[in-house]
C-alpha cells in the first residue's frame, strides 16, 4: 500500500507560482515512478507530468513544458511539481499518483495504481 498526501495548492493571480509537494508513505518511495494529474470541473482528469524513480526522466503535457518542474526528493519521499507562468486555464484540482512500474513514464490515469486527495489550485485572471 502506498498512501499519497498532497500540500501546497491554493488562489494565486496569472502569471504567479505555485509549488505541490506530494508526501508518500508505505513502500519504499525510490520503488515506484510519479505522476502529476489535474481535474478541472466538468472535466476528465489529464496528465500533467511524470517522473521515474531515479528522477532522471521526466516528462510533460504539451499544455505545462516549459512552466512546470516536476521533481523528487527520494530521501524525503516526496515528489514536487514547480508551476510557473500560471494561467486561469491551470485552474484544476491537482492530483499527485503512484506508478508500481519505477521505470514508467505513464500519461493515463489507468496506469497508476495509488493516489493522493488532491489538492486545490484557483489562477485567477
Known amino acids: 500500500q502506498v498512501q499519497l498526501v498532497e500540500s501546497g495548492g491554493g488562489l494565486v493571480q496569472a502569471g504567479g507560482s505555485l509549488r505541490l509537494s506530494c508526501a508518500a508513505s508505505?513502500?519504499?518511495?525510490?520503488?515506484?515512478?510519479m505522476g502529476w494529474f489535474r481535474q478541472a470541473p466538468g472535466k476528465e482528469r489529464e496528465f500533467v507530468a511524470a517522473?521515474?524513480?531515479?528522477?532522471?526522466?521526466?516528462y510533460y503535457a504539451d499544455s505545462v513544458k516549459g512552466r512546470f518542474t516536476i521533481s523528487r526528493d527520494n530521501g524525503k519521499s516526496t515528489v514536487y511539481l514547480q508551476m510557473n507562468s500560471l494561467k486561469p486555464e491551470d485552474t484544476a484540482v491537482y492530483y499527485c499518483?503512484?506508478?508500481?512500474?519505477?521505470?514508467?513514464?505513464?500519461?493515463?490515469?489507468?496506469?497508476?495504481?495509488?493516489w493522493g486527495q488532491g489538492t486545490q489550485v484557483t489562477v485567477s485572471s
Open positions: 499518483a503512484a506508478d508500481l512500474n519505477m521505470y514508467s513514464i505513464a500519461t493515463i490515469v489507468e496506469e497508476y495504481d495509488y
Open positions: 508505505g513502500r519504499t518511495f525510490s520503488r515506484y515512478a
Open positions: 517522473v521515474t524513480w531515479s528522477g532522471r526522466n521526466t
